[in-house]
């Protein structure tokens, strides 16, 4: 007899949390174009930590930041990364913003504050379940863009111009030549 009630009670709560489920999914939807929760973007960061070694952690960069390493970067970025995460780092892109979960502004302190190691293993490897693609890539040049990470809050206009000249994401370079 007492089992046939907890079966009841148990088949209740199973029904009521898949309904649960479904209103969520009904008014929240799995739109790309949402924005996470801060519960979520909380959770995604926690796993990625977690996920981790520390010898990635703690790595530290054996690339000198030199000039022409700087700008050997910021062509690199202006050529493969800059689509989703814009010239200036923002991710105010057309691509960038339909995205779940968008790129975040690489210049705020949620990036900056990841160890060149993180950066890196980001850059090599991806972050899955997003759109973050892991572009292999030779440690070398993937050491150089996390220089260029760094680099990004201090991005001159100057600089701007050289990367649009290459990507053309803020119009043609001499549009408003005339
Ligand atoms: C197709 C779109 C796309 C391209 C191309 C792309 N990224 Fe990303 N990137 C993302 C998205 C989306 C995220 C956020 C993932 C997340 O929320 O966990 C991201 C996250 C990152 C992060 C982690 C930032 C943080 O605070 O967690 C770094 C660093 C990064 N990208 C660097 C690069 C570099 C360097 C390149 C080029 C070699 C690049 N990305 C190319 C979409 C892209």
Not at 38 to 60: M, N
Not at 79 to 87: I, L, R, T, Y
Not at 92 to 116: H, I, V, Y
Not at 117 to 125: D, H, L, V
Request: with cysteine.
């Amino acid at each position: 007899m007492g089992k046939k009630l907890w079966g009841a009670v148990v088949g209740l709560v199973v029904v009521a949390a898949a309904g649960g489920g479904v209103v969520y999914l009904r008014v929240h939807g799995l739109s790309a174009r949402a924005k996470p929760s801060a519960l979520e973007v909380w959770v995604a960061r926690r796993v990625r930590d977690l996920a981790t070694p520390s010898s990635v952690r703690d790595a530290a960069n054996p690339v000198r930041p030199t000039e022409l390493v700087l700008a050997e970067a910021r062509d690199h970025f202006a050529d493969h990364c800059a689509v989703c995460h814009g010239n200036r780092g923002d991710g105010k892109t057309m691509l960038g913003e339909g995205m779940f979960p968008p790129p975040p502004d690489l210049r705020g302190p949620a990036t900056q504050g990841l160890t060149d190691g993180e950066i890196m293993n980001i850059i090599r490897n991806g972050i899955r379940f997003t759109g973050m693609p892991g572009f292999g890539g030779s440690d070398e040049d993937n050491w150089k863009l996390t220089h260029f990470i760094r680099h990004l809050p201090k991005l001159s206009e100057e600089e701007r111009t050289l990367m649009n000249e290459i990507n053309s994401l803020e119009g043609k370079p001499n549009e408003h030549a005339h």
